[in-house]
């Protein structure tokens, strides 16, 4: 997506902000490339250097809450703890179903739900059976299947909503004295040097709710998967009121899907209001967001990111590599930013051409069923081109690049789609294997007796109109750049954002 300039600095300041950048970043580039060949080489004798962890006076007073399922931990959690967990000072981990995971102690924090509950609500039919007979009552229905809508299907998934608030007792009990108390998932990569030198910026005596706002019906909440942060005055508050009124809270979530949306009513209830964290709390992945998005006059682009959500283990490895190469040589001289994830690690991923790859297009589809849809008026107003976009790859690319607009586009068997958003997207077999049964999102076989990764002769192929990647990027480093960010009083972290309704 290209857009408008506004008036430009100097000649001589730009190019001087983009040496120094460039040369730092040459640092970081060498670095990360070193890293990524040490773990590409398992028979080397090399050994990893122990992390570079931040520094920052929070350090000891930050409590970080994972908060996962049996039906997930040992596929989604391990990663953490070989990752971002090796430079956090204290964190527990919430589940439905007590073990212990390399090491490490997971706690059921279902345990103290009221009996009534636990026998009646359909969805405790798993954890009563995960109590009695442990790992063993799981199979594979129960095991995956969790898309980035939900899973209505798997039983975990609809758990999930019991341990929200009884989450934040447990882990006051845990740290009492702990200023800030930051909540994730298993799948939630947490840029740790942000959110320390983020929560900087705020007063952690007074009540803070944190997170990217959501609405179900006329309840505004932080969602869950982006990560929510509460202070401790915050904690005792909403705890105070959900105890005093426990009976009305567990009628509540009976009825209800979500257990974020539970807990936002409890704090709306308690007086405490939403900040929003947007765009730093991140619902998407490195995969799945749109590089480019500029809502309400707030570009992604400067902004510095606090979490991605949906993260697979690769794209755990690539992020921690690239982020502990980021601390080595900027040592808080610079706060890491989404153009900086973007330049270093999405781009060099951007090819004209990308076999058994899904971009995740979001604009015009032809199909034949597409065209089905279309009034004769429509049809007729197609192009040559456009007529024949479902014919092959090729056409497909020649529709996008008629479009002016268009940076992307992915094509599958009769079935063309364009984009004016920047998105890298995924492998198609990872996206068969994240999401299984439950959201249905691989291509199938002619048999389509299950689910498997699509053969060649089936596979999505993507591609992306570099020279418009280049000047899009080059356009929005003007843009958005130290210069505007200078004179605009852009900092890297914003408390307002807007509120988005789902």
């Not at 974020?260 to 730093?280: F, T």
């Not at 995969?287 to 949906?310: E, Q, R, S």
């Amino acid at each position: 997506m290209l857009i408008k300039i506004p008036r430009r600095a100097s000649k001589l300041c730009r190019s001087f902000a983009l040496l120094t950048t460039s040369i730092i970043s040459l640092f970081i580039l060498f670095d990360f490339w070193q890293a990524r060949n040490l773990i590409a080489a398992p028979n080397s004798r090399s050994v990893h250097p122990p992390p570079v962890c931040p520094k920052s006076p929070l350090l000891d007073d930050v409590l970080v809450v994972i908060r996962t399922g049996a039906t997930e931990v040992l596929v989604k959690l391990p990663i953490h703890f070989r990752t971002v967990l090796t430079c956090v000072p204290d964190f527990v981990i919430y589940s439905d179903l007590e073990e212990d995971v390399e090491g490490h102690h997971i706690i059921d924090v279902l345990d103290q739900i009221n009996d009534k509950y636990r026998s009646t609500a359909p969805e405790f039919w798993l954890y009563n059976k995960l109590r009695a007979t442990g790992r063993k009552s799981l199979n594979y229905q129960t095991s995956f299947g969790s898309g980035p809508a939900g899973a209505l299907d798997n039983p975990g998934w609809k758990l999930d909503k019991w341990k929200f608030l009884p989450m934040l007792n447990r882990s006051l009990q845990h740290r009492p004295n702990a200023k800030w108390f930051v909540f994730i998932e298993p799948d939630t990569y947490l840029i740790w040097q942000n959110v320390l030198e983020y929560l900087e910026r705020f007063d952690s005596s007074k009540p803070h709710y944190i997170g990217t706002g959501m609405y179900i019906g006329d309840v505004l909440f932080a969602h869950g998967g982006s990560g929510f942060i509460i202070s401790n005055p915050a904690m005792k508050t909403v705890l105070d009121y959900w105890k005093e009124h426990q009976d009305w809270f567990d009628q509540y979530t009976a009825k209800e899907w979500a257990g974020d949306m539970v807990l936002g009513r409890a704090m709306k209830e308690a007086g405490i209001s939403l900040s929003s964290a947007s765009p730093h709390l991140q619902g998407n992945s490195l995969t799945g967001m749109d590089w480019t998005v500029n809502k309400l006059n707030k570009p992604t682009w400067c902004y510095a990111p606090l979490t991605f959500h949906h993260m697979t283990k690769p794209d755990f490895q690539i992020m921690w590599q690239f982020e502990e190469a980021w601390v080595r040589h900027k040592e808080r001289t610079a706060t890491l930013r989404f153009r900086d994830v973007f330049k270093n690690i999405v781009q060099p991923q951007l090819q004209s051409e990308r076999r058994k790859w899904d971009n995740t297009p979001t604009g015009t589809e032809y199909s034949d069923e597409a065209f089905a849809k279309l009034s004769e008026e429509d049809r007729k107003a197609l192009s040559e081109t456009e007529r024949k976009a479902q014919v092959s790859f090729d056409y497909c690319r020649a529709v996008c690049e008629n479009k002016p607009s268009c940076i992307q586009f992915s094509y599958a068997p009769r079935k063309c789609i364009i984009s004016n958003e920047l998105r890298v997207g995924h492998a198609v077999e990872s996206q068969c294997l994240e999401y299984s049964h439950v959201a249905g999102n691989c291509i199938k076989t002619e048999d389509e007796t299950q689910d498997v990764a699509p053969n060649k002769e089936l596979s999505v192929k993507s591609g992306w109109v570099m020279t418009r990647v280049l000047q899009s990027v080059e356009q929005m480093d003007q843009a958005y750049g130290p210069t505007y960010i200078q004179t605009n009083g852009r900092e890297a972290f914003a408390i307002e954002g807007d509120i988005v309704k789902y």
